[in-house]
């Protein structure tokens, strides 16, 4: 684990796997899935598909962070709750501020901008580089039960006691000085 892990203090849970046509484990992200403030950027959330979810599993929830934004708290860029059990996969876009990508009975929470949607990274400049964890929770629980105004950490906070699996792809982003 990365000294600035940002589940090494919650609860274990099992690994399952999530994969991405859109995005690589360990890679930058490509110029669509940035800010739209950033050159080339269209705040377009990356395609997810997911296998192997623990026994158990009555729902997912899909978030994106930051632990390395020059906040204190990190940047919560994408939080998804009450995804279906039977979903195991997520389109390109499916984050947009309609949310239609979503399957019935998904939210999305506002963002650290307060923004119900996906948002791209976009690193202060000169910052150094960013990890970003794109993350599928799997859940014990059918819904979550936190308000569609919630924050992603209050999200976090009522997944603790309910994670059965955690399926965890990092993509890095970076902005020259």
Do not use: C
Request: a negative charge; glycine letters at 12%; charged letters at 15%.
């Amino acid at each position: 684990m990365h000294a600035n892990d940002p589940f090494a203090r919650l609860p274990r849970a099992a690994s399952f796997t999530v994969t991405s046509t859109t995005v690589t484990d360990g890679a930058a992200w490509p110029p669509e899935q940035r800010a739209s403030g950033v050159p080339g950027g269209k705040d377009i959330s990356p395609q997810l598909s997911w296998s192997g979810a623990p026994d158990g599993t009555e729902s997912y929830a899909v978030t994106v962070y930051d632990p390395d934004a020059p906040t204190g708290s990190g940047f919560w860029h994408w939080a998804v709750a009450d995804i279906p059990a039977t979903v195991t996969e997520l389109p390109e876009g499916a984050g947009d501020d309609s949310g239609t990508g979503l399957p019935e009975g998904a939210f999305q929470l506002p963002n650290d901008a307060r923004l119900a949607r996906y948002i791209g990274a976009a690193p202060p400049a000169g910052h150094g580089p960013h990890r970003y964890f794109v993350v599928v929770h799997a859940l014990d629980v059918a819904s979550i039960g936190v308000p569609a105004d919630a924050t992603p950490a209050v999200l976090g906070f009522t997944m603790a006691g309910h994670t059965l699996g955690r399926a965890v792809l990092t993509v890095t982003a970076e902005t020259p000085a």
